[in-house]
């Protein structure tokens, strides 16, 4: 593998790093940036995470197997659906084309409760169900910052405008979760995303975690 493709040693020792912290917002980013790697061992450390003690880093770890869309991942990823029949399962699983996620995924899109998680699940899957209903959630200011950042990374990956300009909102805000923001625009291409990472770097191990997934 060439270098301009592989993940280098030192972005590899920064995710291991952020891995074995206690802090589950680190875990979270580096399971993200290890969803996006080309490491051999990618699935085997996803499929360890599934046992974190933290729910949040084990539906993380769940998003990543489904990014990761590795058929090696799918065995376990059922086992877990049949026992929860869980949204972010079946979003993963729809990733690696199990047809039975899917047909719960587009009877979940009617369930108000479940209405966004399933259109951001359908969404990563490529379905653009899951597009629409985003976009009207964004327009109608539905979401909270932490919503509206998926849902924009989201419509990114259809090539929505909406998603860029929702973005470089958050951005603007520099808040707590414009890390986040500037991750997504960057992993598009966006230079201005990545400067605003690089300024950070010095005082946020997240944008050092961000920069390093960009390779």
């Known amino acids: 593998v060439s270098s301009t493709e592989a993940p280098t040693i030192e972005y590899r020792e920064i995710l291991s790093q952020a891995l074995e912290d206690a802090n589950p917002a680190e875990k979270k980013l580096a399971i993200q940036a290890l969803s996006e790697a080309s490491f051999s061992d990618s699935v085997s450390v996803l499929l360890s995470l599934l046992k974190d003690s933290d729910l949040e880093v084990r539906q993380a770890a769940i998003a990543a197997l489904g990014q990761q869309r590795d058929p090696r991942a799918k065995e376990a990823l059922q086992g877990i659906w049949k026992n929860t029949k869980s949204v972010d399962v079946a979003a993963a699983l729809l990733c690696l084309g199990d047809e039975a996620a ?49 849902a924009a990374d989201a419509l990114l990956s259809f090539g929505n405008d909406l998603g860029r300009t929702t973005l470089q909102k958050i951005i603007d805000k520099d808040d707590a979760l414009s890390t986040a923001a500037a991750l997504a625009l960057a992993k598009q291409g966006d230079e201005g995303a990545r400067r605003w990472l690089s300024a950070r770097a010095a005082a946020s191990f997240e944008a050092v975690l961000a920069l390093a997934s960009l390779g």
């Not at 009617?110 to 966004?116: E, F, N």
């Not at 990563?124 to 979401?143: F, I, N, Y």
Request: net charge negative.
């Open 102 to 150: 899917k047909a719960f995924l587009l009877a979940s899109l009617g369930d108000p409760a479940r209405k966004i998680n399933t259109a951001l699940a359908l969404a990563a899957g490529g379905e653009q169900s899951g597009e629409t209903v985003l976009q009207e959630a964004l327009e109608r200011g539905l979401l909270s910052l932490s919503l509206s950042i998926l």
